[in-house]
């Protein structure tokens, strides 16, 4: 009996170990959303400066899409961007973007420099509308389901790796799912 | 040519260490002088080998040889000497060089101090299997003389918030904390294969856990200083991951260096003793864990890259699932007879545990919780400062409660009433400053009061007590000056620790709850007030630094309209990182610091300032200091001294021994 | 090698190119009334940095802690209770963005354990004292 109190620490070093090794498995950026399954948030946001179409909740109705939080501050957009224009161009995925914080007229010449790859882009300026959807940076993105629920949610820049192998099959579900809906 | 040289010391100083941790294995007997003779020169080597691999790296940054990656993504040619030879260990492979070179340094200072003998003998080559798996992470995972090419024209520069004399000789007094407890480590493993954990092991192992622990102390203290000058923000102490991880170690370490008291004293609690002395070591490398392997990292913190974290975990894993191992099965073997009543300074010292294991696994539990969550539920979570100071303070503020008289009860049997009856003036003090700090506080929170009279109890416990032993109040000032001289070491650090502990909680008090603060925007010429000062901003300039530019602000500030002195605080922004730090201006004084920020400029109205008064600041770091002292002092406790072994042979034992890590 | 320079150079990317730096609270954010900004300061104590690194939106100088002050403070002015105005954030953040778990399900250890290791830990130490006690009493008897 007493034999098994020594063997204790031992005991609870092992269990905390295999926590430390699931741990390090764990990817740090993977934050899951608290939106998930929630509808999307409301916001109307005005159109970027020099361009004319905004972009509200309302847009994307029983379409499955992606929103795509950038910012022409934002460096690790720019290794993002050429995967947005090819899951667009070749995937005919609805992309949508909302321009956070950015300067008015940045933007707008960010994308005229690299491409535009969204259907829709909103300006948020405050900030605002980033707050609502809960987003810790930037780029961040959203994947949302015909009945405008958000289902997924992606920390950090989109590579094609990640789009193959985690955004992509959940896109095609779930435009299975919508056309299999009445 | 410097960096071949580092990269082969170091590869000779990994097979040094392999043959120092496995020479007991190949055979042999312990107790034979050639075998405890190889093992000791084995250290000494691998000490010398190391060091010339630091002195490489130091080289190479020193000259700024762009040629060595380490030094591109570390340093810029701009970057001033000074911060060149930090910028050692600014960075992760650096500073695991120097973790091994203390390493070996505590290794070496052990080899040339104290007699031969199997106990010394297998802790240095316990001490060499944590070398070796150490230097082998280095070699495999952190490389710090790997070549760039082509060498780029310059380099990225060092983050400048570690470009600070506070933080460039930070780290060195935390791993020498951290790795002083590897040594309390070896030689509870030695002890636990020996089987014997006596009172000569315990006064072998003291003044080294000693050692580690004051410069843990000032090394804990040096990064909550820096934190509050350098980020500007008025707080010390965040309760951050990296912050918990330094101060985990040193909870455990703390309960360490009183129970090694009892095994000295009494030959008991040995096994609990053993078993801390593997807790702390191994919480210095779960520390290590948790700031390299980024298990813990906040979303878009820093790269970390997961090979380093499979390998320290499986260091982790070895040093500690070992030990335990070797804990289960041979701490049972432990026997005393000793006996003493439960009210008695063996019985303080181990309520005194308690209460620090306690707190030390709060903070444990606290700082992994959200990681556990994590694995089990995927959901995230953060356990921040409220969490800490609602579960940590409360078995602070007991274990002060019991602080004087438990360390003024006598060994063996105490008389509980009789002490706490003698030291009725530092009970009236506390009381009387309790009443008049909640009386002045009011109507805010009296917490702070209680701390503060708490803080009294304890730190005038602890004079009192001083003053009865030396017969202060019925003796001649001489003779009890005389008394106080001959005090035994031990108790003459104690008494002077607990008083730094005491003076550390009035600082934590007051900068921490009874700070003001105002945030304002100023125009030159406009005057903020606060602490009973009035600082008017004069005028702010543009300076350029070697690798910077800075707005500078200068204050003068007055009390009741007599100038007093003038006080400037600055923005810097380093063009290399893009990033921007402030160096916020402070007037420290006993009664508090005045402590002014400087923000953005706003074209309509002026620059954004932020004020502090932070009450009684100072007194962290000045209790800090006396805490260092105290365990310094009591680390020069008599048995050891007598003890000296005549100069060595060895040429490598005077390049090896650091100073002062022998006391 | 060069691979993780690179992954290490998106990473401060990604991390610094958000940090617009500037004072952690700003003197045109703060509300006129002392009341309200005093709720204003504590409920930005409890509430995360969720860029940062255990750092509260009030101490903290990345421009979303900015915005997420500037957010409490207009509930506020509108009118919200300090709870309403946590709720808002969590239910957009989760409780990630709170520095103080809630005590439910999966934070009962969390909370509990404090307690429960003292108890344990004073429990074995009493255990050790009285056995201690026992003994040290009889071997004063022997040597009577």
Request: proline fraction near 5%; charged fraction near 15%; glycine fraction near 8%.
């Amino acid at each position: 009996m007493k034999r098994i109190l020594f063997l204790v620490p031992l005991a609870l070093f092992v269990v905390l170990g295999i926590y430390f090794a699931v741990g390090l498995t764990r990817d740090p950026s993977h934050m899951p959303s608290a939106l998930i399954d929630k509808p999307l948030p409301e916001f109307d946001l005005a159109a970027i400066e020099g361009e004319t179409r905004g972009f509200a909740t309302s847009d994307l109705d029983g379409e499955v899409a992606l929103i795509n939080f950038f910012g022409s501050w934002c460096i690790s957009c720019i290794i993002e961007h050429p995967v947005l224009m090819d899951i667009a161009a070749r995937e005919g995925v609805v992309i949508a973007g909302i321009d956070w914080k950015d300067k008015p007229g940045a933007g707008k010449s960010w994308l005229d420099q690299r491409g535009n790859p969204y259907v829709f882009i909103g300006d948020d300026p405050s900030g605002r509308t980033a707050i609502d959807f809960g987003i810790t940076g930037a780029p961040e993105t959203f994947i949302i389901d015909h009945k405008g629920r958000v289902r997924y949610r992606y920390a950090g820049p989109i590579t094609p790796q990640i789009w193959q192998r985690d955004l992509k099959p959940l896109v095609e579900k779930l435009r299975k799912e919508g056309d299999d809906a009445p | 040519m410097a960096a071949e040289i580092g990269q082969l010391a170091l590869i000779l100083a990994f097979l040094t260490a392999l043959f120092q941790g496995a020479a007991p294995l190949l055979g042999g007997q312990f107790s034979t002088s050639p075998l405890q003779a190889s093992i000791r020169v084995a250290t000494l080597v691998q000490g010398g080998l190391i060091l010339i691999a630091f002195l490489c790296l130091t080289y190479v940054h020193a000259i700024s040889d762009f040629s060595v990656v380490n030094v591109v993504e570390n340093s810029h040619s701009a970057k001033p000497f000074a911060y060149k030879l930090s910028g050692v260990w600014g960075n992760h492979e650096g500073s695991m060089l120097l973790w091994a070179l203390i390493l070996a340094l505590y290794g070496a200072a052990l080899a040339v101090s104290d007699r031969a003998s199997t106990l010394k003998t297998l802790t240095l080559s316990v001490q060499g299997m944590i070398a070796s798996a150490f230097i082998a992470f280095i070699l495999f995972t952190s490389n710090p003389f790997a070549r760039s090419f082509p060498a780029p024209a310059d380099g990225m520069d060092l983050n400048p918030l570690l470009q600070d004399p506070g933080l460039a000789i930070h780290p060195p007094f935390l791993y020498l904390g951290y790795v002083g407890f590897s040594l309390t480590f070896a030689y509870a493993v030695a002890g636990l294969i020996t089987g014997k954990v006596d009172a000569a092991w315990a006064r072998a192992v003291r003044p080294w856990a000693l050692a580690a622990w004051v410069f843990l102390t000032i090394g804990i203290a040096l990064g909550s200083w820096w934190a509050y000058y350098e980020l500007g923000w008025g707080g010390f102490w965040a309760w951050d991951p990296v912050e918990n991880a330094s101060f985990m170690p040193w909870l455990a370490g703390t309960a360490l260096i009183h129970s090694l008291r009892v095994v000295e004293k009494r030959e008991a609690l040995k096994v609990w003793t053993v078993l801390l002395a593997i807790l702390a070591f191994s919480l210095s490398l779960v520390g290590t864990f948790l700031v390299r392997s980024g298990v813990l990292t906040s979303v878009h913190a820093f790269a970390v890259d997961p090979t380093r974290g499979v390998f320290i975990l499986a260091i982790l894993a070895a040093v500690t699932g070992g030990s335990l191992l070797l804990f289960a099965l041979r701490a049972p073997l432990l026997q005393s007879h000793a006996t003493f009543q439960p009210v008695s300074r063996e019985g303080a010292i181990l309520l005194n545990n308690v209460f620090l294991v306690t707190a030390c696994a709060t903070v444990f539990i606290g700082t992994f919780y959200p990681l556990f969550i994590d694995v089990l539920t995927g959901t995230r979570i953060s356990v921040g400062a409220p969490y800490f100071n609602a579960s940590f303070l409360p078995f602070m503020a007991l274990m002060l409660v019991f602080l004087a008289p438990g360390a003024a009860l006598a060994w063996k049997k105490g008389r509980l009433k009789a002490t706490i009856g003698r030291l009725w003036p530092a009970l009236a003090a506390a009381g009387a400053i309790g009443v008049i700090a909640a009386w002045l506080s009011w109507p805010g929170p009296i917490a702070a009061a209680l701390g503060a009279g708490l803080a009294i109890w304890a730190g005038g416990g602890a004079i009192v007590d001083l003053l009865i032993r030396i017969k202060a109040f019925s003796s001649p000032p001489g003779a009890a000056f005389i008394r106080a001289a001959n005090l035994p070491r031990a108790y003459l650090g104690m008494t002077i620790a607990h008083l730094g502990l005491a003076v550390v909680i009035i600082g934590v008090m007051g900068a921490g709850v009874w700070r003001t603060e105002i945030v304002r925007f100023m125009a030159e010429g406009d005057v903020i007030s606060i602490g009973g000062f009035d600082a008017r901003l004069e005028r702010v300039i543009v300076e350029a630094g070697p690798n910077y530019t800075a707005e500078r602000a200068v204050f003068s500030v007055e009390r009741e309209g007599a100038a007093l002195r003038d006080l400037t605080t600055e923005r810097r922004f380093y063009p290399v990182r893009g990033m921007q730090t402030t160096e916020a201006g402070i007037w420290t004084m006993a009664r508090g610091d005045l402590y002014l920020t400087l923000g953005e400029k706003s074209e309509a109205a002026g620059w954004a300032v932020r004020a502090f008064f932070n009450p009684f600041a100072v007194w962290m770091w000045i209790g800090a200091g006396l805490m260092a002292l105290g365990g310094g002092v009591a680390a020069t406790d008599a048995p050891r001294r007598l003890m000296r072994r005549a100069p060595t042979i060895d040429p490598g034992a005077a390049i090896a021994a650091p100073q002062g890590a022998s006391t | 090698m060069l691979r993780s320079i690179i992954s290490a150079a998106l990473a401060l990317i990604f991390a610094v190119a958000s940090v617009e730096p500037t004072l952690a609270v700003e003197p045109d954010e703060m509300l006129d009334n002392p009341v309200l900004e005093a709720r204003a300061r504590e409920i930005s104590r409890q509430l995360r940095c969720v860029v940062c690194q255990s750092q509260n939106i009030d101490d903290s100088n990345a421009p979303l802690a900015k915005d997420m002050r500037l957010l409490v403070r207009e509930r506020l002015v509108a009118g919200d209770s300090d709870e309403a105005i946590i709720a808002y954030l969590v239910a957009r953040y989760g409780d990630y963005v709170l520095l103080k778990p809630p005590v439910q399900t999966n934070t009962a250890f969390l909370w509990a354990a404090p307690a429960l290791i003292f108890t344990f830990a004073a429990g074995m130490a009493g255990l050790y004292l009285s056995r201690m006690r026992r003994a040290d009493n009889a071997a004063a008897d022997e040597r009577r």
